[in-house]
Nanobody, 127 residues
């Protein structure tokens, strides 16, 4: 079994930056798509972006494209979410997740396709 732990959240002013980390432990395997989701209390969990296991190409939801960057370091079993030009509407709990299907071809942003989740880290963007 694999465990995911997020870190790096906090309070930042609008226009600022944060970098989140997601570290895997246990039975780690780099052949899975990894993703970031976020959730505001009372709302559904939202797909933010994901990174492929094949070529480390990343895809993003429209609202964060050009501002967020996902990367992964398979040697250290860690995925990152670099968030720049943060806006108040980016305020949420951010979760990392691992795809339930190893070596999936193509990307899924569907929450049901991810079966391993971290505990979440709070990001608050406010002046």
């Amino acid at each position: 079994q694999v465990q995911l732990v997020e870190s790096g959240g906090g309070l930042v002013q609008p226009g600022g930056s944060l970098r989140l980390s997601c570290t895997a432990s246990g039975r780690t395997d780099s052949r899975y798509i990894m993703a970031w989701f976020r959730q505001v209390p009372g709302q559904e969990r939202e797909f933010v972006g994901a990174i492929l296991w094949t070529n480390n190409e990343a895809y993003y939801t429209h609202s964060v494209k050009g501002r967020f960057t996902i990367s992964r370091d398979n040697t250290n079993n860690t995925m990152y979410l670099q968030m720049n030009s943060l806006k108040p509407e980016d305020t949420a709990i951010y979760y990392c997740a691992r795809d339930r299907t190893p070596q999936r071809r193509g990307l899924s942003g569907a929450i049901d396709d991810y079966d391993t989740w971290g505990q979440g880290t709070q990001v608050t963007v406010s002046s």
